[in-house]
C-alpha cells in the first residue's frame, strides 16, 4: 500500500484526541459504579470532546472595492465551544542510509536517517508557518509545530498504531530560525530554496536543518504539548463531572458520600493507563516526586518495556500537573459536601494557544498561491 502524508496526519491526530480524552473513560461505569447508589441511576456522562480541524479560507476583503477589508485573503478558525488549540504541520520523511555531504552529522556513523522537507523552491511553507507563529502562535510562547514520525511505510505505521507519539518528534518552528540566528555567523533561513531536517532513525536528538547545515539541538516539544493536552482535560472533564453530579443529585436522590472514593479509584486506574501507553515502569519514576500511587501496581504487569528516557520525562511531567489536582481530592476525602463545593483550579498551558471570546481567530495575508499550502494545515482543539 503506498504511503501517504495523510495517513499520518489521521493516525497521528487521531492517538492525540484518544490521549486528551481518555481521563474520561475512567470515570464511567469502572469503577465508578460501585460508589454510585443506586446502581441501576448511575447517568451516561456528557463532557465536551477534543476536536480537530483545518482551516477555511475565504475571499473576504479580497474583492472589496471600498479597500476597507485590506484587500487579503481571510483565513478563519471557528469553534462553538472554545478551548485551546495547537497548528500542526505533519511531515512524512524518507529513510536515507547516505550522508548528503562531509558537511553533515551523519558523515559520522550512524548514517541511517529520515528526510523531512520543510520548504521547497516553488513552495514557501516554512514562512507562513512562521507568519502563524508569529501571530497567533505568539500569544503564549508557540503553538506551531511540525510533527516528523520516524516512519518508513504503511507497515511500520500499522504497526506501531497506538504509539505513533513515541515515534514522532515535535519541532517548534520558531526554534528553527532561532537556533539559524544563533549559529555564528548567524544563517539566515531563505524564501524559494529547498530546507530539511534530517534526524537519525534511532536517536531523535540527533538532527540537523539543511541546506545550511547546522546541528539542531532545540528541545523536543513533546514534553509541553503532551502535558498541556492531558492536564488541559484532566481539569475540563473533572470540572464538568462534579458540576454534573451535583445537578442531578436531587433529581435522582444519590447517596454521594462514597462518589469521591470512586473518583479517587478513577484516577488510580488513569495513572496505571498512562504507565502503559508511554510503556514506563512505576520503578523508572522512583526518583521523581509523583510516586503516591506508584505502590498500587505490580511490577510485573510492566515488564518488557523499554523506559526509555524521553517517555520518563513526559510522563513525570504529566504526573507532576495530575497530582495537583489529587491534593484536591484526598484533603476532602469522606466529606463529600466540601468534595463537591471545591472550586477545581484552571491549568494554565505553556504551550497551546487560547481562542479568544468570540471563540474564533482571524489571520490575513496577500499571497493567493499560499491557499493550497493553508489548507494543508491543521489544528487540534482541546
Known amino acids: 500500500m503506498e504511503f501517504h502524508e495523510k495517513s499520518i496526519e489521521l493516525n497521528i491526530t487521531h492517538e492525540l484526541l484518544n490521549l486528551s480524552d481518555s481521563w474520561y473513560w475512567f ?21 465536551p470532546k477534543s476536536t480537530s480541524g483545518g482551516f477555511h479560507i475565504t475571499t473576504e476583503g479580497k474583492n472589496d472595492p471600498t479597500g476597507n477589508a485590506g484587500g487579503g485573503y481571510d483565513v478563519r478558525i471557528k469553534s462553538g465551544s472554545g478551548g485551546h488549540l495547537l497548528f500542526i504541520q505533519y511531515k512524512k520523511g524518507d529513510l536515507v542510509k547516505n550522508s548528503p555531504s562531509p558537511k553533515s552529522i551523519f558523515e559520522n556513523f550512524p548514517h541511517e536517517h529520515y528526510v523531512f522537507k520543510i520548504n521547497s523552491t516553488t513552495t514557501n511553507q516554512h514562512f507562513l508557518l512562521k507568519n502563524l507563529s508569529n501571530s497567533e502562535g505568539s500569544k503564549l510562547g508557540n503553538a506551531v509545530v511540525y510533527a516528523l514520525p520516524l516512519i518508513e511505510n504503511m507497515q511500520e505505521l500499522e504497526e506501531n498504531a497506538g504509539r505513533l507519539l513515541a515515534k514522532t518528534k515535535f519541532i517548534s518552528v520558531l526554534d528553527i530560525d532561532k537556533q539559524a ?56 472533564i473533572l470540572k464538568q463531572l462534579l458540576l454534573y453530579i451535583n445537578s442531578i443529585y436531587n433529581s435522582y436522590n444519590l447517596d454521594r458520600n462514597n462518589l469521591q472514593y470512586g473518583i479517587l479509584q478513577s484516577f488510580i486506574q488513569y495513572q496505571r493507563y498512562l504507565l502503559h501507553y508511554f510503556e514506563v515502569s512505576p520503578s523508572s519514576l522512583a526518583n521523581s516526586d509523583n510516586q503516591k500511587y506508584l505502590n498500587y501496581f505490580d511490577e ?29 481530592i484526598n484533603e476532602v476525602t469522606g466529606n463529600s459536601e466540601i468534595f463537591f463545593s471545591r472550586e477545581i483550579p484552571s491549568y494554565k498551558p505553556t504551550f497551546l494557544i487560547s481562542l479568544d471570546n468570540e471563540n474564533s481567530i482571524r489571520l490575513n495575508f496577500e499571497d493567493k498561491e499560499a491557499i493550497r499550502t493553508l489548507e494543508n494545515f491543521s489544528y487540534i482543539q482541546i
Open 300 to 328: 510485573t504487569e510492566f515488564l518488557g518495556y523499554k523506559n526509555d528516557s524521553r517517555s520518563i520525562q513526559i510522563l513525570a511531567s504529566v504526573f507532576t500537573e495530575l497530582m495537583k489536582y489529587d491534593n484536591i
Open 181 to 236: 540566528s544563533e549559529q555564528n555567523p548567524p544563517i539566515t533561513i531563505e524564501k524559494d530554496k529547498e530546507h530539511k531536517v534530517r534526524i537519525d532513525k534511532s536517536d531523535m536528538n540527533r538532527c540537523e536543518v539543511n541546506n545550511t547545515f547546522f546541528r539542531f539541538t532545540k528541545e523536543d516539544r513533546s514534553k509541553e504539548i503532551l502535558t498541556d493536552i492531558i492536564a488541559l482535560r484532566f481539569e475540563k
Open 27 to 47: 470515570l464511567t461505569d469502572t469503577p465508578l459504579w460501585r460508589y454510585w447508589k443506586p446502581r441501576y441511576k448511575l447517568p451516561f456522562f456528557k463532557y
